[in-house]
């Protein structure tokens, strides 16, 4: 089972995901991708999908035409994990942020 990132660990992992803003209430990440169209945000949640199951790890998330926000927590672990934080640099990298 994943295990919350705490203190220090925390700090780290939040500073390798410029772009992501925490959500304390819920203690998870969020972050809004803004792409040309429709057919490129679709790209990317499709590619991010795969990537995702692979990992056992999904996210949650909101497409409005060009626009996917997506907020990451891992539930089992009540909060951020680090499941959440490479997931984040997965879509990141997917994103070419």
């Known amino acids: 089972m ?18 992501w803003t925490e ?6 990440i969020f ?3 803004v792409f040309k169209d429709f057919n490129e945000a ?3 949640m499709t ?3 795969l990537i995702a199951e692979k990992r056992d790890h999904h996210p949650e998330w909101l497409n409005v035409y060009k626009t996917v926000e997506v907020t990451l927590s891992t ?5 951020l994990t680090e499941k959440d934080i490479a997931l984040a ?9």
Request: proline fraction near 2%.
């Open 2 to 19: 994943a295990v919350k990132l705490t203190g220090e660990t925390r700090k780290t992992a939040l500073a390798s995901i410029p772009g």
């Open 23 to 28: 959500l304390m209430e819920r203690d998870a």
């Open 31 to 33: 972050r809004k991708f």
């Open 42 to 44: 679709f790209g990317f």
């Open 47 to 49: 590619r991010a999908a």
């Open 75 to 79: 539930h089992d672990a009540g909060g």
């Open 89 to 97: 640099q997965a879509m990141d990298k997917l994103a070419g942020a």
